[in-house]
């Protein structure tokens, strides 16, 4: 997958995935704020939808592909599996940055996979799959990003998210802002309290 790796020297990672329409610059300047001291590896979707990178194929706005879905996490999942190898970062220890599509696929990395994550910051995400039984994330924290206005993510599929993650043991945060999808600094901030009180 194309991709930015910058080195760290903390021995945390920190995983960009853009929204729709972007690309792996997009996430870069949330680094500075949540952890300067991180590696990054920043990541761009391979859907292509009418020109818009995206990491899984939709049939319609909201409604995901969802053999696609299954086929990209298992892409990603084994994209983070070698890159841990090829660049020496500690797998054990990656965090997700998220946004929209982005958090739509860190969550259902969440959804498949034991281990994908040590930590996942969602903004903006919705439940990704339903009807599934999901792995142990007794070790995982989880900060939601969430607008109480959000056409494209709606309020309550935040909420069952947020239970979803908890239900798999997963410590989960869910911060609300009035506003609807865009990211906001608010949010970010608040993803960065959450991240430095992290063990
Ligand atoms: C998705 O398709 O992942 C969600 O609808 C969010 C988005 O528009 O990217």
Redesign the pocket.
């Given at each position: 997958m194309k991709h930015i790796f910058q080195e760290g020297r903390n021995g945390r990672t920190l995983l960009l995935l853009h929204?729709?329409g972007g690309n792996e610059n997009d996430l870069l300047p949330l680094t500075d704020m949540i952890d300067p001291d991180a590696n990054v590896l920043s990541v761009r979707g391979n859907v292509n939808e009418n020109g818009m990178p995206?990491f899984f194929r939709?049939i319609a706005?909201?409604v995901?592909d969802e053999e696609d879905l299954i086929k990209r996490t298992k892409e990603l999942y084994d994209f983070l599996e070698d890159k841990s190898k090829e660049y020496n970062f500690n797998r054990d220890e990656v965090y997700s940055v998220g946004y929209?599509?982005g958090a739509?696929i860190a969550g259902s990395l969440l959804y498949h996979y034991q281990d994908s994550l040590k930590g996942a910051m969602l903004f903006h995400p919705?439940v990704p799959r339903r009807g599934i039984h999901l792995p142990n994330h007794e070790d995982v924290s989880v900060f939601i990003g969430a607008g109480q206005n959000d056409p494209?993510?709606p309020a309550d599929e935040a909420e069952e998210l947020k239970s979803m993650l908890e239900n798999s043991g997963a410590t989960v945060e869910l911060f609300w802002t009035n506003l609807g999808h865009q990211l906001t600094r608010e949010e970010v901030e608040a993803a960065k309290e959450w991240y430095q009180g992290l063990s």
């Open positions: 929204g729709t995206r939709r706005e909201g995901f929209s599509n739509n919705m494209i993510c």
